[in-house]
């Protein structure tokens, strides 16, 4: 299912499977993701979410044409060449360096890149304009920070990396409402730069309201998708839980 905007397919799964060892944890996962886009990936836990993007981003072995990238299968590129063609993801837990500033989390991210020659939008003044606390805060340890400002470096730094496509693993996760807001907010702004995104998320209601499609997982499968402004929440129900649940 595209996004009928006639728009050019950035990212696309084909049938993907998963494993990890003998469990698997993806069946025939079919995602796409248009330029410009921006898709949630919804489900409980244990539903999948996660491991899609350790698959997408080479964290666990799949095909190569199970993945593709501008139409090119892509399945199985070790991570650190993924981030090279584009694809950076905010991971779950932010996995920061501790015991180095704002600052210098911001610039291992740009060290990386720079040195490979990988050039786009974002400089270390976009990204403090974009979370004006970073700059405040540039020389503080991040251990020293709020878990919201620990994600705004997380996201900073995965922007740092000048990716065409975003990964967001629960960037909600154990955060305060007024946070969230903040956060989700500047999400437009990063697709206004070229930037298209895939958002995994367990608030259905803050999923649908950032989204332009949605894909709802179970158990390692894909059980709806659709346009996030049309899906109801009854369709969105029996998807995250399976049939037989009634809806409160």
């Given at each position: ?35 410009g886009e921006i898709i949630a990936l919804i489900g409980a836990n244990g539903a ?26 892509i399945g199985g590129t070790p991570t650190d060449q993924m981030v090279q063609k ?133 158990e390692g499968r894909v059980t709806l998708s659709g346009r996030s402004g049309e ?18």
């Open positions: 299912l595209h996004g009928g905007r006639g728009m050019t397919e950035l990212l696309s799964t084909h049938g993907l499977v998963a494993r990890y060892g003998d469990f698997q944890a993806l069946y025939d996962v079919d995602v796409a993701i248009d330029e999948g979410k996660s491991t899609f993007l350790r698959a997408v981003m080479g964290l666990l072995p799949v095909k190569p044409d199970m993945v593709s990238l501008d139409g090119r299968p584009g694809v950076a993801i905010v991971p779950e837990g932010r996995r920061l360096f501790t015991g180095m500033s704002v600052n210098d989390n911001l610039r291992v991210a740009m060290d990386q890149v720079g040195s490979r020659g990988r050039k786009g939008g974002w400089t270390l003044d976009r990204v403090q304009q974009l979370f004006p606390i970073l700059e405040e805060k540039g020389r503080v340890a991040v251990q020293n920070l709020s878990g919201g400002q620990q994600q705004m470096v997380s996201i900073g730094r995965a922007l740092l990396c000048q990716p065409r496509l975003l990964l967001c693993d629960e960037i909600s996760l154990g955060l305060a409402p007024k946070v969230i807001r903040e956060i989700y907010a500047v999400l437009p702004e990063i697709r206004a730069q070229g930037t298209s995104i895939v958002l995994v998320e367990q608030d259905v209601g803050l999923a649908k309201s950032a989204s332009d499609r949605l894909y709802c997982m179970l899906v109801t929440r009854e369709q969105i129900s029996e998807a995250y839980f399976g049939g037989g649940h009634a809806v409160v």
